[in-house]
């Protein structure tokens, strides 16, 4: 056959393959047309016949009959069924060389028909799974041409053809060059398959601008950018995370705006389009929050950025209003929820581990004030989102501002100039909650509690209405009725007016609320403040009093009926948090007592016997035959309530306040001194035989107290006795008083004056009291009683509490920093001032909780509160000393050896970071009050802005924060804004209720918290065991028999009458 005819010939067998192929009855056709093609190829004429077939393919987009079409496919069938592919030259027939085939198919592929591209996919299928074809390609270099075909012709990502196909080219993907696995990972993303890693970093491995003049060439990425974006594969995100991380990272080196702008452009296209997906929306919005972060946080090397946060404020604004997905709203919500500004008006941004987390910006500058950012639209789209016009969809969003927006009003300055937008979340949170407050009630309670930081916009009416409205939504669920507790604690001391207009309709809510027992310790922990708020309470009549211990006895009442070792008693029907307090009952126990006593101060005395009756009858506890009884801690709330009365009716006076006149021997003669016990109490008197003055001291459970007696009346006469004292004079003497005490609770100071005439009288329980029944116990003048008494004299009678003062000055980030602190911000010193009174250390007569009281080691003073029953020993690290000898380690353990033992610890922190808990690691702190000034501060702002601006226009971010196993209770357990002229009693106040709290934890294996009265009630049962069974006597000095000593007494005593005292 002439070389010139095999190309007509090969074509007419093609044509005919094809025709005997579509139909079963056309077969033979078909097998007749291959059986001449092998005759053809068995001849001299093989490999020409091979070169025609790929002629007919090189060829085929120029055909348009349907005969050349049939050729076309004919030939691709005959490659795909019958002939062999790749290198055979040890074989017969002739094979088809991949390396020419390729391009051929490459030809056929970008016709318009389907049917061939079908053809070709199928070859290509076969090609990738003979390993002979595969060498050949890999050999001459045909990959290329390879993935360039594949990617014409490919079919849908859901076809088990494409997948298979698309796992060999995965299998064969390490053999690739760069250029081809870019081309492979294309193929990969549209047919929504997984890429290998070589194809990821062939991906993202584009060459960028070589000059940091230049832009990085994303015009190179734009189409990838938009695959990912549109595709659900997991993957395919990592590329698009990684692939907007690589234009992230070359910003910051790259001059100009075309580079940010370029991505801010792109990233917020997408997230604006239906077409792309929630994941790579999410992506794209997180990518213009870190682009907002870098603007803050490296305006060094980005001043364009800082120059263009108004832009970045109205694409973020688009996204979180218009973004199609609502996760990619979110984000964006949560990029704005970043926006703060310092007290100056500058802006900058608040960390948040959820995105890229922001250094702190204390020291960096920025010009950008927050009154002029468009801040205007972003505010709209939260306050519709608020008011009730979100969407199903939007339910997230709304939860979402709902629980960042209230961190976000506290910082006053960022709304600065944009009254309205505080005005109208005031008038939609009181609507919301007046109508019930729904699914989100706490949530607006919450958002209402911060808005009390923006008084200055509020008048009377509308104070006194969100007082009001809080009153009213308390009592609702747990979580709600909680918040509203803590929202009323809060309006005690920033909007006293209008909570003073409200105080008996709280106080009766409280004594509603007292049948929800899981609000126990919250009610109690409010009256607790209350009580310590004079100013509110002044109008108070005997019915509100008497309410308040009503609250009281009801949760003590719910105790007694619990079960002795319940350890969830009071929580049996609160939320898992409170399930959680497993030892709340000894604190509800213990926190219901101190009210009873806080309030008992608190009582006007015209009403306290009424009150007095009412509390003693309320305390007595049923025993199990029937009876009644008073536990330890009844008897010392009598003791406490007898000497409140003693001190305001007979002048008995604390030991703190007593001013002591001392005997002078010389003036006042001899002195006797006696120690008895009148039931539970210690009363030691010191009298001077020859002028009858007699200092008393009384020692009970509930304190010591001091009171001076200066003889009898004048107009008593002094009838000196008749007989010789002796010692049945004294057990005469001991069983009148006991007769006096029965009937007029009066005994004599001195045993030879069994009337008073010359020594005069002290009061003592009387018998029919709880604190007299035991009767009368004359104690011996021992050693043994004389160590007794100086135990006692130890156990403080004030309930004494001791916490850490820590300061965190401008960037500091480490404890040896903070215990280095010699001092601290102007606003800091303030507040150390008003937490208490500044006592002197060296020779101390109170409880210093450790602190050095010889040589000034821990500092010249320390800052002490006290009340009647109360004290609060502060261990304030600036005031301790700092010396420039020692090294940072040792400054840090000499203070840390105070404040890393205590319980509770008040940490003012001005470094303009978060306070991480774990700053000042110790096994002995559960509890930090964390407390942040609203707005951010310089070291030089503090000295500036800040005491410049009234202390009442101050405002301070407070939070309660507790070890992981401990509890949170606190009303700032949900961090609370306070203002500067509230912040020391609020901070003073959470202190002592942390420190009760924790005393209760740390001893939650004991049934009950044992306070120092009790334990001081302890001491003196252990005295009237010691020496109440046990016949009184004198006992023998040195110098004689105690007969004899008495004797002397006598007679000296005479002798003083008879010479007039001379």
Same mark, same amino acid.
């Given at each position: 056959m002439?070389?010139e005819?095999?190309?007509?010939?090969?074509?007419?067998?093609?044509?005919?393959?094809?025709?005997?192929?579509?139909?079963?009855?056309?077969?033979s056709?078909a097998?007749?047309?291959?059986?001449?093609?092998?005759?053809?190829?068995?001849?001299?004429?093989?490999?020409?016949?091979?070169?025609?077939?790929?002629?007919?393919?090189?060829?085929?987009?120029?055909?348009?009959?349907?005969? @050349?079409?049939?050729?076309?496919?004919?030939a691709?069938?005959?490659?795909?069924e019958?002939?062999?592919?790749?290198?055979?030259t040890?074989?017969?027939?002739?094979?088809?060389?991949?390396?020419?085939?390729l391009?051929?198919?490459?030809?056929?592929?970008?016709?318009?028909?389907?049917?061939?591209?079908?053809?070709?996919?199928?070859i290509?299928s076969?090609?990738?799974?003979?390993?002979?074809?595969?060498? @050949?390609?890999?050999?001459?270099?045909?990959?290329?041409?390879?993935?360039?075909?594949?990617?014409?012709?490919?079919?849908?990502?859901? =076809?088990?053809?494409?997948r298979?196909?698309?796992?060999?080219?995965?299998?064969?993907?390490?053999?690739?060059?760069?250029?081809?696995?870019?081309?492979?990972?294309?193929?990969?993303?549209?047919?929504?398959?997984?890429?290998?890693?070589?194809?990821?970093?062939a991906?993202?491995?584009?060459?960028f601008?070589?000059s940091?003049a230049?832009?990085?060439p994303?015009?190179?990425?734009?189409?990838?950018?938009?695959?990912?974006?549109?595709?659900?594969?997991?993957?395919?995100?990592k590329?698009?995370?990684?692939?907007?991380?690589?234009?992230?990272?070359?910003?910051?080196?790259?001059?100009?705006?075309l580079?940010?702008?370029?991505?801010? =452009?792109?990233?917020?296209?997408?997230?604006?389009?239906?077409?792309?997906?929630?994941?790579?929306?999410?992506?794209?919005?997180?990518?213009?929050?870190?682009?907002f972060?870098?603007?803050?946080?490296?305006p060094?090397?980005?001043?364009?950025?800082t120059?263009?946060?108004?832009?970045?404020?109205?694409?973020?604004?688009?996204?979180?209003?218009?973004?199609?997905?609502?996760?990619?709203?979110m984000?964006?919500?949560r990029?704005?929820?970043?926006?703060?500004?310092?007290?100056?008006?500058?802006?900058?941004?608040a960390?948040?581990?959820?995105?890229?987390?922001?250094?702190?910006?204390?020291?960096?500058?920025?010009?950008?004030?927050?009154?002029?950012?468009?801040?205007?639209?972003?505010?709209?789209?939260?306050?519709?989102?608020?008011?009730?016009?979100?969407?199903?969809q939007?339910?997230?969003?709304?939860?979402?501002?709902?629980?960042?927006?209230?961190?976000?009003?506290?910082?006053?300055?960022l709304?600065?100039?944009?009254?309205?937008?505080p005005?109208?979340?005031?008038?939609?949170?009181?609507a919301?909650?007046?109508?019930?407050?729904?699914p989100?009630?706490?949530?607006?309670?919450?958002?209402?509690t911060?808005?009390?930081?923006?008084?200055?916009?509020?008048?009377?009416?509308?104070?006194?209405q969100?007082?009001?409205?809080?009153?009213?939504?308390?009592?609702?669920?747990?979580?709600?009725?909680?918040?509203?507790?803590?929202a009323?604690?809060?309006?005690?001391?920033?909007?006293?007016?209008?909570?003073?207009?409200?105080?008996?309709?709280?106080?009766?809510?409280?004594?509603?609320?007292?049948?929800?027992?899981?609000?126990?310790?919250?009610?109690?922990?409010?009256?607790?403040?209350?009580s310590?708020?004079?100013y509110?309470?002044?109008?108070?009549?005997?019915?509100?009093?008497?309410?308040?211990?009503?609250?009281?006895?009801?949760?003590?009442?719910?105790?007694?009926?619990?079960?002795?070792?319940?350890?969830?008693?009071?929580?049996?029907?609160?939320?898992?948090?409170?399930?959680?307090?497993?030892?709340?009952p000894?604190?509800?126990?213990?926190?219901?007592?101190?009210?009873?006593?806080?309030?008992?101060?608190?009582?006007?005395?015209? =009403?306290?016997?009424?009150?007095?009756?009412?509390?003693?009858?309320?305390l007595?506890?049923?025993?199990?035959?029937?009876?009644?009884?008073?536990?330890?801690?009844?008897?010392?709330?009598?003791?406490?309530?007898?000497?409140?009365?003693?001190?305001?009716?007979?002048?008995?006076?604390?030991?703190?306040?007593?001013?002591?006149?001392?005997?002078? @021997?010389?003036?006042?003669?001899?002195?006797?001194v006696?120690?008895?016990?009148?039931?539970?109490l210690?009363?030691?008197?010191?009298?001077?035989?020859?002028?009858g003055?007699?200092?008393?001291?009384?020692?009970?459970p509930s304190?010591?107290?001091?009171?001076?007696?200066?003889?009898?009346?004048?107009?008593?006469?002094?009838?000196?006795?008749?007989?010789?004292?002796?010692?049945?004079?004294?057990?005469?003497?001991?069983?009148?008083?006991?007769?006096?005490?029965?009937?007029?609770?009066?005994?004599?100071?001195?045993?030879?004056?069994p009337?008073?005439?010359?020594?005069?009288?002290?009061?003592?329980?009387s018998?029919?009291?709880?604190?007299?029944?035991?009767?009368?116990?004359?104690?011996?003048?021992?050693?043994?009683?004389?160590?007794?008494?100086?135990?006692?004299?130890?156990?403080?009678?004030?309930?004494?509490?001791?916490?850490?003062?820590?300061? +965190?000055?401008?960037?500091?980030?480490?404890?040896?920093?903070?215990?280095?602190?010699?001092s601290?911000?102007?606003?800091?010193?303030?507040?150390?001032?008003?937490?208490?009174?500044?006592?002197?250390?060296?020779?101390a007569?109170?409880?210093?909780?450790?602190?050095?009281?010889?040589?000034?080691?821990?500092?010249?003073?320390?800052?002490?509160?006290?009340?009647e029953?109360?004290?609060?020993?502060?261990?304030?690290?600036?005031?301790?000393?700092?010396?420039?000898?020692?090294?940072?380690?040792?400054?840090?353990?000499?203070?840390k050896?105070?404040t890393?033992?205590?319980?509770?610890?008040?940490?003012?922190?001005?470094?303009?970071?978060?306070?991480?808990?774990?700053?000042?690691?110790s096994a002995?702190?559960?509890?930090?009050?964390?407390?942040?000034?609203?707005?951010?501060t310089t070291?030089?702002?503090?000295?500036?802005?800040?005491?410049?601006?009234?202390?009442?226009?101050?405002?301070?971010?407070?939070?309660?924060?507790?070890?992981?196993d401990f509890?949170?209770?606190?009303?700032?357990?949900e961090?609370?804004?306070?203002?500067?002229?509230?912040?020391?009693?609020?901070?003073?106040?959470?202190?002592?209720?942390?420190?009760?709290?924790?005393?209760?934890?740390?001893?939650?294996?004991?049934?009950?918290?044992?306070?120092?009265?009790?334990?001081?009630?302890s001491?003196?049962?252990?005295?009237r065991?010691r020496?109440?069974?046990?016949e009184?006597?004198?006992?023998?000095?040195?110098?004689?028999?105690?007969?004899?000593?008495?004797k002397?007494?006598?007679?000296?005593?005479?002798?003083?009458? +008879?010479?007039?005292?001379?």
């Amino acid at each position: 056959m002439p070389p010139e005819s095999i190309f007509p010939a090969v074509r007419f067998i093609a044509y005919t393959y094809y025709q005997g192929t579509r139909m079963n009855k056309h077969k033979s056709l078909a097998d007749k047309a291959w059986t001449v093609c092998q005759h053809m190829l068995q001849s001299h004429l093989n490999q020409q016949v091979i070169g025609a077939i790929l002629d007919i393919l090189r060829f085929a987009q120029q055909y348009q009959s349907k005969a @050349e079409f049939a050729a076309a496919s004919g030939a691709l069938r005959l490659i795909e069924e019958k002939l062999p592919l790749g290198d055979r030259t040890e074989s017969r027939p002739p094979f088809v060389p991949v390396f020419q085939l390729l391009p051929c198919l490459g030809t056929v592929a970008q016709g318009s028909d389907e049917i061939l591209k079908e053809q070709v996919f199928n070859i290509l299928s076969r090609i990738f799974n003979e390993e002979l074809a595969v060498s @050949e390609v890999r050999l001459t270099s045909s990959w290329n041409v390879c993935i360039d075909v594949l990617e014409i012709c490919y079919s849908s990502a859901q =076809d088990e053809d494409t997948r298979a196909i698309l796992e060999h080219v995965a299998k064969h993907s390490a053999h690739f060059e760069r250029s081809v696995l870019e081309k492979v990972a294309f193929v990969f993303i549209k047919a929504g398959q997984p890429l290998t890693e070589p194809m990821l970093e062939a991906l993202l491995s584009a060459p960028f601008a070589s000059s940091p003049a230049e832009a990085p060439p994303l015009i190179q990425h734009e189409e990838l950018f938009e695959l990912l974006c549109r595709t659900q594969e997991p993957e395919h995100h990592k590329a698009l995370q990684r692939l907007l991380a690589l234009h992230l990272g070359s910003i910051i080196y790259t001059e100009g705006d075309l580079a940010w702008e370029s991505l801010v =452009d792109m990233c917020s296209a997408q997230a604006l389009r239906d077409t792309c997906t929630t994941q790579a929306a999410i992506l794209c919005t997180a990518a213009v929050g870190t682009i907002f972060h870098r603007a803050f946080a490296y305006p060094q090397k980005s001043d364009r950025l800082t120059r263009t946060i108004k832009k970045l404020i109205e694409v973020t604004t688009d996204i979180a209003t218009s973004a199609f997905t609502a996760e990619a709203r979110m984000v964006a919500l949560r990029v704005l929820s970043r926006l703060r500004a310092a007290v100056d008006g500058a802006v900058h941004l608040a960390g948040d581990d959820g995105l890229d987390n922001v250094p702190s910006a204390a020291t960096i500058p920025n010009e950008q004030k927050a009154v002029d950012l468009p801040l205007d639209k972003w505010m709209d789209q939260l306050i519709a989102l608020i008011d009730g016009h979100a969407t199903s969809q939007d339910q997230h969003c709304l939860n979402f501002v709902l629980a960042t927006l209230p961190e976000q009003l506290s910082n006053l300055s960022l709304f600065y100039r944009r009254p309205q937008y505080p005005k109208q979340l005031y008038q939609i949170a009181c609507a919301r909650l007046s109508s019930g407050g729904g699914p989100h009630a706490a949530s607006f309670v919450h958002l209402l509690t911060t808005l009390i930081s923006y008084r200055s916009l509020l008048s009377s009416q509308e104070e006194r209405q969100m007082v009001a409205v809080f009153i009213n939504t308390a009592g609702s669920s747990e979580l709600v009725s909680k918040a509203c507790i803590h929202a009323l604690t809060v309006c005690c001391y920033e909007i006293s007016a209008a909570a003073m207009r409200h105080l008996e309709d709280i106080v009766q809510k409280m004594h509603r609320m007292v049948t929800q027992r899981h609000l126990a310790i919250h009610v109690l922990e409010f009256l607790t403040g209350l009580s310590r708020l004079p100013y509110l309470y002044n109008n108070f009549r005997f019915d509100d009093f008497k309410r308040i211990f009503g609250v009281c006895f009801s949760y003590l009442d719910y105790l007694r009926s619990s079960e002795a070792d319940s350890a969830v008693a009071i929580s049996d029907q609160g939320s898992s948090s409170d399930r959680n307090l497993q030892h709340s009952p000894q604190y509800v126990h213990a926190l219901a007592y101190h009210v009873i006593v806080f309030w008992y101060y608190a009582v006007r005395s015209s =009403d306290r016997p009424a009150i007095k009756e009412y509390v003693t009858g309320r305390l007595k506890e049923p025993t199990k035959d029937g009876h009644e009884m008073w536990s330890d801690q009844a008897l010392v709330t009598i003791d406490l309530m007898d000497s409140v009365d003693a001190e305001a009716g007979l002048g008995d006076l604390p030991e703190s306040r007593f001013q002591d006149e001392p005997f002078d @021997e010389k003036l006042d003669g001899r002195l006797t001194v006696r120690h008895r016990l009148f039931g539970l109490l210690l009363i030691s008197t010191t009298t001077a035989l020859r002028n009858g003055r007699t200092l008393v001291t009384v020692r009970r459970p509930s304190g010591t107290f001091k009171s001076h007696i200066r003889g009898g009346a004048s107009s008593v006469a002094r009838t000196p006795p008749t007989a010789e004292p002796t010692l049945h004079i004294e057990e005469e003497w001991g069983r009148a008083a006991d007769t006096a005490a029965r009937v007029g609770d009066k005994v004599p100071v001195f045993y030879d004056d069994p009337e008073g005439r010359l020594y005069g009288t002290i009061t003592v329980p009387s018998p029919r009291s709880p604190l007299g029944a035991a009767g009368l116990i004359e104690l011996p003048d021992a050693e043994s009683v004389q160590s007794a008494i100086r135990m006692f004299d130890r156990t403080p009678g004030l309930d004494s509490h001791k916490a850490g003062v820590i300061y +965190i000055g401008e960037g500091q980030a480490t404890e040896t920093a903070a215990f280095a602190n010699s001092s601290g911000s102007p606003d800091y010193r303030e507040l150390v001032e008003h937490l208490g009174q500044l006592r002197r250390l060296k020779g101390a007569n109170f409880n210093t909780q450790g602190l050095d009281t010889r040589d000034d080691m821990d500092g010249e003073f320390a800052i002490v509160w006290n009340n009647e029953v109360t004290e609060l020993v502060y261990h304030v690290t600036t005031m301790m000393p700092t010396s420039a000898y020692d090294d940072e380690m040792s400054v840090m353990a000499k203070k840390k050896r105070h404040t890393g033992n205590d319980y509770v610890n008040i940490v003012f922190n001005n470094s303009g970071e978060p306070f991480r808990f774990d700053m000042f690691p110790s096994a002995f702190n559960y509890v930090y009050i964390v407390i942040t000034p609203s707005v951010r501060t310089t070291f030089l702002q503090t000295r500036t802005h800040t005491m410049q601006t009234p202390v009442e226009d101050r405002f301070y971010r407070v939070e309660v924060m507790t070890r992981d196993d401990f509890p949170g209770i606190s009303s700032a357990h949900e961090p609370k804004v306070i203002s500067g002229a509230s912040l020391p009693r609020y901070v003073r106040n959470l202190a002592l209720n942390a420190c009760i709290f924790a005393e209760v934890w740390v001893n939650k294996d004991v049934q009950d918290y044992r306070s120092s009265w009790r334990e001081r009630l302890s001491q003196i049962r252990r005295l009237r065991d010691r020496f109440g069974q046990k016949e009184v006597k004198a006992t023998p000095d040195h110098n004689g028999k105690g007969k004899e000593k008495e004797k002397e007494r006598a007679k000296s005593v005479l002798a003083s009458w +008879i010479g007039g005292g001379k």
